[in-house]
């Protein structure tokens, strides 16, 4: 059976996140998102995530051979393809990631890139605004709010405001996306392999646009 895997880009605030989410609901691929990777382990207090939780409350990126580790347990499951939500982020990480699909890819699976694109402006607005679950939903308070305030849909726990969402950390973010995660996109759209999505409409809208766009991918791992 071949694989397909999709790459989610963007700056942070982008809705990659809550795309991710939705693609993999409808898709049943496995999502492999580092963020929620390192929030469960702070959340467990596990060595792992005392360590990320120096850098995820600055905005700063966690060492590269500790996100290698995980993303390869990630790829151990039994899928027809994955989702990255936030992997790879700089240089380094794409190399890391191209010698694993080197090894494990066969020609007729797919991997595209997809950057969800959106302004710093509008980034600000909407991760001051958003709400989150410690089960992982993410809402926001005015384009996709719960049902009932402070409370999360799916398991009813409290919701809160995320720790690297302060102003001074969301600029810090979003200066080393531009900076060592937005280049490489230039990786895929040299291949032909970058799909770009529009990512200042609403979610449903931006949902439609990826899976109008993921049935014209072609199955050809270079
Ligand atoms: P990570 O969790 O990956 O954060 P991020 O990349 O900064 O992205 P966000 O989760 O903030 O935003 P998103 O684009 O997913 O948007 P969302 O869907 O939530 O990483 C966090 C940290 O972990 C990093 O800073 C780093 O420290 C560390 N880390 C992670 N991966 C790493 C790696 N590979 N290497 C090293 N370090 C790593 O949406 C945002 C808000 O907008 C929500 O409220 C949502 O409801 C709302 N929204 C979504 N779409 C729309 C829309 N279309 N219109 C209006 N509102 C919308």
Avoid at 118 to 140: I, N, T
Avoid at 144 to 157: A, E, K, L, S, Y
Wanted: aromatic share 8%.
């Amino acid at each position: 059976m071949s694989k397909t895997i999709i790459i989610f880009f963007g700056p942070p605030g982008s809705g990659k996140g809550t795309q991710a989410e939705m693609l993999a609901k409808k898709t049943e691929w496995k999502k492999i998102s580092t963020g929620d990777l390192f929030r469960a382990e702070i959340a467990d207090r596990t060595k792992l995530g005392k360590l990320a939780d120096k850098y995820l409350k600055v905005g700063k990126l966690v060492p590269d051979k500790v996100i290698l580790t995980l993303v390869e347990q990630g790829l151990k499951q039994k899928t027809s393809g994955f989702i990255f939500d936030g992997f790879p982020r700089n240089r380094r990480q794409l190399n890391d990631l191209l010698t694993i699909f080197k090894k494990a890819l066969k020609k007729n699976d797919r991997v595209y890139a997809l950057e969800v694109a959106v302004s710093d402006k509008e980034v600000k607005q909407r991760l001051g605004q958003r709400r989150v679950c410690a089960c992982g939903k993410v809402y926001h308070l005015v384009y996709n709010p719960p049902i009932n305030q402070g409370v999360c849909d799916i398991c009813g726990g409290k919701l809160f405001t995320r720790n690297d969402d302060k102003v001074k950390v969301i600029i810090y973010r979003l200066k080393i996306y531009r900076k060592v995660g937005e280049p490489i996109l230039n990786y895929w759209q040299k291949f032909g392999k970058l799909i770009k999505i529009n990512g200042e409409q609403p979610i449903s809208k931006i949902h439609n646009d990826i899976m109008e766009k993921l049935k014209q991918l072609k199955h050809d791992y270079h």
